[in-house]
């Protein structure tokens, strides 16, 4: 087993349960780490037998570049057509920072982590 993370992936979006937030928007973070048997890649040196951390990047984009009022449900879109799209992820976290939230203070990012098992 090994573990692939993609991490720092920076996305402007319009999430929030405030109208003002699907106005104006924020900046994002996601990072993303799979575990994946990569016995076979590691032999073969054959992106095929692996997973293809590109592919991770365009379903984050896809889905952090969809309105949701919730984190959490924005992360499960990302779990889910994870597990659905690539056979080879046994299990994966994902991050999603909201970074300088609107949250009356000097916070500087408020995160939603959560993690998913085939």
Same mark, same amino acid.
């Given at each position: ?11 402007? =979006? ?26 076979? *890649?590691?032999? *073969?040196?054959?992106? =095929? ?18 309105? *949701?009022?919730?984190?959490?449900? $924005? ?8 597990? @659905?799209?690539?056979?080879?992820? @046994? ?20 995160? $939603? ?6």
């Amino acid at each position: 087993m090994g573990i692939i993370r993609v991490q720092n992936i920076r996305i402007y =979006s319009n999430h929030g349960c405030l109208q003002e937030e699907a106005k104006i928007g924020s900046d994002y973070r996601v990072d993303v780490a799979v575990e994946a048997d990569l016995t076979t *890649s590691a032999k *073969s040196d054959k992106l =095929s037998d692996t997973v293809d951390y590109v592919h991770i990047n365009k379903i984050v984009k896809e889905e952090v570049g969809c309105r *949701s009022e919730l984190l959490e449900h $924005v992360v499960q879109r990302v779990l889910n057509r994870l597990l @659905d799209e690539i056979a080879l992820i @046994d299990s994966a976290t994902v991050a999603l920072s909201k970074l300088n939230p609107p949250i009356g203070g000097d916070v500087e990012a408020v995160t $939603v982590e959560m993690t998913k098992k085939r």
